[in-house]
């Protein structure tokens, strides 16, 4: 069979006039007009065509079915590639979930870890541990120092007063922690509330007690001791400290700095007491750790999310491809259909143009756009069977939302 190359204007014209005539062309025998009478093809009557549009018929019909036959060879290959990357987008997506639902968990530990926090109505410590370490240690060492000058200052013995100072070093760290946490629980027994009131007023009364005993002591051991009974306790004093002071002076000062530290020390067990401090720091650790658990979900799910927009990316490159070379396909099929078409047009006319009667054969009445036909695979939309392209694009915006999202969150938490 001729190809659609073959059939030039001039070869189709010719042949359609020829067909159309009543008549051919004979020198034998030599007689004029040289011409001898012949059927028309196509008759009037007949509605079967001509041999010669039979040909083109064929020969359109050859054409088309080769570009259908080029179409399934190439979607042979492109059709296998969309499957394969929808059972990507498929497995990706449903790594999306898991990791969704991962993240939810982590949120969940999240908003119990805070509800924890809240219920047990514990405010973070304004001092930190480390802080109140050093703090205390500074309190400790500054209350050591000075109640041992203070005690060496009167006369006792080296034993004596290293001994009395490491006895209040002991005993005001022990209150003032005991009463700032006391002070610090939101709720407190009868039995707290005496403690605290006994424990305070019993300690300051202790230190008072302890200075005016210091006192007397003083003036007992210089006025009475038999070294020095003709000076007065207020030069010996002077004496010792370089500048002139009265004992009860001296007494008033020990006991307002000793209530000084005292103060201190409540203020920094308050600002941090144990307790609440590690009760709060384990609550606030649980905190953490499920935020850290979350970012770690959230960060899961992000490279899962861009994981599934780059397959849903190369999905619709795919599809766009196959679909675009679809579309080149049916394009080149409509051509081939119209020039087949044209052909045949042509040999019509040529072959009404030399016909006396002009009337139709009833094989011309079919019109050529009804007789070739493109194949049905060539005709309207690619059919993507379970493709589902549209809801994947739908999908592919949701999922960069997704994303958007997530990193706002992973913000947020770190």
């Known amino acids: 069979?001729?190809?659609?190359?073959?059939?030039?204007?001039?070869?189709?014209?010719?042949?359609?006039?020829?067909?159309?005539?009543?008549?051919?062309?004979?020198?034998?025998?030599?007689?004029?007009?040289?011409?001898?009478?012949?059927?028309?093809?196509?008759?009037?009557?007949?509605e079967d065509c001509s041999a010669f549009e039979g040909e083109l018929r064929q020969g359109a019909n050859v054409a088309l079915g080769a570009i259908k036959e080029e179409w399934f060879k190439l979607d042979r290959e492109l059709a296998s590639r969309c499957m394969t990357i929808e059972d990507a987008v498929v497995r990706a997506k449903a790594e999306v979930d898991k990791e969704k639902q991962h993240a939810a968990g982590a949120d969940y530990v999240v908003v119990a870890a805070e509800q924890s926090l809240s219920e047990a109505s514990i405010s973070p410590p304004q001092i930190k541990a480390s802080y109140h370490?050093?703090?205390?240690?500074?309190?400790?060492?500054?209350?050591?120092?000075?109640?041992?000058?203070?005690?060496?200052?009167?006369?006792?013995?080296?034993?004596?007063?290293?001994l009395m100072a490491i006895g209040l070093v002991i005993s005001i760290p022990v209150v003032t922690e005991f009463i700032g946490y006391k002070l610090k629980q939101s709720q407190k027994t009868l039995t707290d509330k005496l403690l605290m009131t006994g424990a305070g007023i019993s300690f300051?009364?202790?230190?008072?007690?302890?200075?005016?005993?210091?006192?007397?002591?003083?003036?007992?051991?210089?006025?009475?001791?038999?070294?020095?009974?003709?000076?007065?306790?207020?030069?010996?004093?002077?004496?010792?400290?370089?500048?002139?002071?009265?004992?009860?002076?001296?007494?008033?000062?020990?006991?307002?700095?000793?209530?000084?530290?005292?103060?201190a020390g409540l203020v920094l067990a308050y600002q941090s007491t144990r307790s609440t401090s590690s009760k709060y720091r384990k609550l606030k650790h649980a905190i953490d750790s499920a935020k850290k658990k979350y970012a770690e979900e959230n960060s899961?799910?992000?490279?899962?999310?861009?994981?599934?927009?780059?397959?849903?990316?190369?999905?619709?490159?795919?599809?766009?491809?196959?679909?675009?070379?679809?579309?080149?396909i049916k394009a080149k099929a409509a051509k081939i259909k119209d020039l087949w078409i044209h052909l045949i047009t042509m040999y019509r006319a040529a072959n009404m143009d030399v016909r006396v009667k002009k009337e139709l054969p009833k094989s011309f009445l079919a019109l050529p756009e009804t007789i070739i036909i493109i194949p049905k695979k060539l005709t309207g939309q690619l059919d993507c069977g379970q493709c589902n392209h549209h809801e994947k694009e739908k999908t592919m915006e949701k999922t960069e939302e997704a994303v958007d999202q997530v990193n706002a969150v992973i913000g947020e938490t770190t």
């Open 300 to 328: 899961s799910l992000v490279h899962a999310e861009i994981n599934h927009a780059k397959v849903l990316e190369e999905f619709n490159e795919a599809h766009t491809v196959r679909t675009r070379t679809f579309e080149g």
């Open 204 to 263: 300051v009364a202790l230190l008072y007690t302890i200075s005016y005993l210091r006192e007397k002591f003083f003036h007992f051991q210089n006025v009475i001791g038999k070294e020095v009974l003709s000076e007065s306790v207020d030069q010996i004093l002077s004496e010792r400290v370089g500048f002139k002071w009265h004992a009860n002076e001296m007494m008033l000062v020990f006991y307002i700095l000793n209530v000084t530290f005292v103060l």
């Open 133 to 162: 370490a050093i703090l205390l240690s500074l309190l400790v060492m500054a209350e050591g120092a000075f109640n041992y000058m203070v005690f060496k200052m009167f006369g006792q013995d080296k034993l004596e007063t290293t």
């Open 1 to 46: 069979m001729a190809r659609n190359g073959d059939y030039t204007t001039r070869v189709v014209e010719n042949r359609g006039r020829r067909d159309g005539r009543s008549w051919r062309w004979s020198f034998f025998p030599f007689k004029w007009p040289f011409q001898i009478p012949v059927d028309q093809d196509p008759p009037l009557d007949n």
